[in-house]
């Protein structure tokens, strides 16, 4: 998270900004899901299925935000 928001305060446009930020998010939680599946025996299918979610969503969301930014162009961008 860290390297996230020093990404987000270094990178020159909006587009760069916002995949530093959806990056490392989308890994930060994968990677920790994946510690809490092995951790509890139980509920590993269902942690799993959590992080399948999340890695196909943030990412999608994230191109709908810039694509509509981008189609926008108003003053977001400079």
């Given at each position: 998270m860290l390297l996230a928001g020093i990404g987000v305060l270094r990178f020159p446009d909006l587009y760069s900004r916002m995949h530093a930020a959806t990056k490392a998010t989308v890994v930060g939680v994968v990677?920790?899901?994946?510690?809490?599946?092995?951790?509890?025996?139980?509920?590993?299918?269902?942690?799993?299925?959590?992080?399948?979610?999340?890695l196909l969503t943030?990412?999608?969301?994230?191109?709908?935000?810039?694509?509509?930014?981008?189609?926008?162009?108003?003053?977001?961008?400079?």
């Open positions: 990677l920790i899901s994946i510690a809490g599946a092995v951790a509890i025996e139980g509920a590993g299918a269902q942690i799993l299925l959590a992080a399948a979610f999340l943030a990412p999608t969301a994230a191109h709908f935000i810039a694509r509509a930014v981008h189609r926008d162009e108003g003053d977001v961008l400079e």
